[in-house]
């Protein structure tokens, strides 16, 4: 089975920085797509970010240049989040594109990180 772990999550003030991490693992046949979601409380799940293959990343238009999502290798990425705001405090997710047999492709979602930015 592909598995995505997702870490570096915590509680930060107004105006800090955090770091998350994704890898995936398991029996991966190809993988092409990576992207973090986040669902603050009492609200829908919106995409963050989106990286492809070769690095070419898009952002929601919310992130305002403030988080930067980054590729090592093809089964890892990372989210480097600054500037926060009581607004970002949210679950967030990582996902991929995976083909996981000879003819089967599918979305995969990790178990989540919680971010908390309060005062």
């Known amino acids: 089975q592909v598995q995505l772990v997702e870490s570096g999550g915590g509680s930060v003030q107004p105006g800090g920085s955090l770091k998350l991490s994704c890898i995936a693992s398991?029996?991966?046949?190809?993988?092409?797509?990576m992207e973090w979601e986040r669902q603050a409380p009492g609200k829908e799940r919106e995409r963050v970010a989106t990286i492809t293959t070769d690095g070419r990343t898009n952002y929601a238009d919310f992130v305002k240049g403030r988080f930067t999502l980054t590729r090592h290798g093809q089964k890892e990425v990372d989210l480097e989040l600054n500037g926060l705001e009581s607004e970002d405090t949210a679950v967030y997710y990582c996902?991929?594109?995976?083909?996981?047999?000879?003819?089967?492709?599918?979305?995969?979602w990790g178990q989540g990180t919680l971010v908390t930015v309060s005062s």
């Open positions: 398991g029996n991966i046949f190809d993988i092409t797509n």
């Open positions: 996902s991929a594109f995976v083909k996981v047999s000879d003819r089967s492709w599918r979305w995969i």
